[in-house]
């Protein structure tokens, strides 16, 4: 017997002996803080599933190779090549360094006469776009060398503004006994929400520039509630740091995320909601929840602003 067929036979009786097929298909739920994962596979839950570095750039929603086993380990992503995602990323990165190069090659000045192909100026204006960067124009009286075309506007560069502070509240004061900000009740002692606070930074960020959207980034914290995915229900508030009395909400509830325990996610803002803190009207974000079944606790509350070009 040949090497390949009883390799072929090795195979064939390891495969029988551990009851089958030891590599299937899964779906990714949530991504966890640790980098493990939780999935749907073959109709059940899983929650923190090791994943090898070959799974890369993680997210719910994947269609994933597993290799089951008493411990089960995620091995690769299956389906479209992700590159083009990455080659969306890669270009917006290169467009914010772009913002930082300056656009004039040399900037000199002497009591000479500058030489061939230099052209008089007889007024200068300046001003300052949108992205914070300096403009220079140039009025001749006469023009015979057509003026280079002006480089299209770039958009201000992307900004993350993370809370100066975070706490919960229950029967209208702090509560101190949870470490994170929490929703809903878990003993029956009473409902509780959580705040993030961000102080003036977010309108400040926001000053002066056009908003094209705003996400935010939580993680379910463990230990806190049933295992499963529990829905945040956001709102908004108006204080720019925590109160000492009851922490009042304003609108809402946004539903925009729901997660499981150790699951990270990023929800986008609603259009109106990204009005009202860019021009301060709102300051921060809230979470309230009623009983148990919304009862969890989360974490981060960092705020990704991003601008467009005017």
């Given at each position: 017997?040949?090497?390949?067929?009883?390799?072929?036979?090795?195979?064939?009786?390891?495969?029988?002996?551990?009851?089958?097929?030891?590599?299937?298909?899964?779906?990714?739920?949530?991504?966890?803080?640790?980098?493990?994962?939780?999935?749907?596979?073959?109709?059940?839950q899983?929650?923190?599933?090791?994943?090898?570095?070959?799974?890369?750039n993680?997210?719910?929603?994947?269609?994933?190779?597993?290799?089951?086993?008493?411990?089960?380990?995620?091995?690769?992503?299956?389906?479209?090549?992700?590159?083009?995602?990455?080659?969306?990323?890669?270009?917006?990165?290169?467009?914010?360094?772009?913002?930082?190069?300056?656009?004039?090659?040399a900037?000199?000045?002497?009591?000479?006469?500058?030489?061939?192909?230099?052209?008089?100026?007889?007024?200068?204006?300046?001003?300052?776009?949108?992205?914070g960067?300096?403009?220079?124009?140039?009025?001749?009286?006469?023009?015979?060398?057509?003026?280079?075309?002006?480089?299209?506007?770039?958009?201000?560069?992307?900004?993350?503004?993370?809370?100066?502070?975070?706490?919960?509240?229950?029967?209208?004061?702090?509560?101190?006994y949870?470490?994170?900000?929490?929703?809903?009740?878990?003993?029956g002692?009473?409902d509780?929400?959580?705040?993030?606070?961000?102080?003036?930074?977010?309108?400040?960020?926001?000053?002066?520039?056009?908003?094209?959207?705003m996400s935010?980034?939580?993680?379910?914290?463990?230990?806190?509630?049933?295992?499963?995915?529990?829905?945040?229900?956001?709102?908004?508030?108006?204080?720019t740091?925590?109160?000492?009395?009851?922490?009042?909400?304003?609108?809402?509830?946004?539903?925009?995320?729901?997660?499981?325990?150790?699951?990270?996610?990023?929800?986008?803002?609603?259009?109106?909601?990204?009005?009202?803190?860019?021009?301060?009207?709102?300051?921060?974000?809230?979470?309230?929840?009623?009983?148990?079944?919304?009862?969890?606790?989360?974490?981060?509350?960092?705020?990704?602003?991003?601008?467009?070009?005017?």
């Amino acid at each position: 017997m040949g090497i390949r067929e009883q390799l072929g036979k090795d195979l064939d009786a390891l495969e029988a002996a551990a009851g089958g097929l030891q590599t299937v298909s899964a779906t990714v739920t949530d991504v966890t803080d640790a980098g493990t994962v939780h999935l749907t596979m073959l109709g059940d839950q899983f929650y923190d599933v090791a994943c090898t570095d070959a799974y890369r750039n993680r997210k719910a929603g994947d269609v994933v190779a597993v290799r089951r086993g008493a411990v089960p380990v995620v091995l690769w992503r299956l389906g479209e090549d992700p590159a083009d995602t990455e080659a969306e990323s890669i270009a917006e990165v290169a467009r914010e360094a772009a913002a930082d190069l300056i656009a004039i090659s040399a900037f000199t000045w002497g009591t000479a006469s500058p030489g061939a192909g230099y052209q008089q100026v007889t007024q200068l204006w300046t001003k300052k776009d949108s992205a914070g960067k300096g403009v220079v124009y140039a009025q001749l009286a006469s023009a015979p060398d057509p003026s280079p075309e002006a480089p299209a506007t770039q958009a201000p560069k992307t900004a993350v503004i993370s809370p100066t502070d975070s706490g919960t509240w229950r029967r209208g004061r702090p509560d101190d006994y949870a470490e994170s900000p929490t929703q809903g009740d878990w003993t029956g002692r009473g409902d509780r929400r959580g705040g993030w606070f961000y102080g003036t930074q977010i309108a400040a960020a926001c000053a002066g520039k056009t908003v094209s959207s705003m996400s935010v980034r939580f993680t379910r914290k463990r230990g806190a509630g049933n295992n499963a995915k529990v829905r945040m229900r956001l709102y908004l508030h108006d204080y720019t740091s925590a109160p000492s009395g009851q922490l009042s909400l304003g609108d809402g509830p946004e539903s925009l995320l729901s997660l499981a325990v150790g699951a990270k996610g990023t929800a986008t803002l609603p259009a109106a909601w990204r009005t009202a803190l860019a021009s301060g009207s709102a300051r921060g974000l809230a979470i309230y929840g009623h009983g148990r079944s919304e009862y969890a606790a989360f974490t981060g509350g960092q705020i990704t602003i991003r601008f467009s070009a005017t």
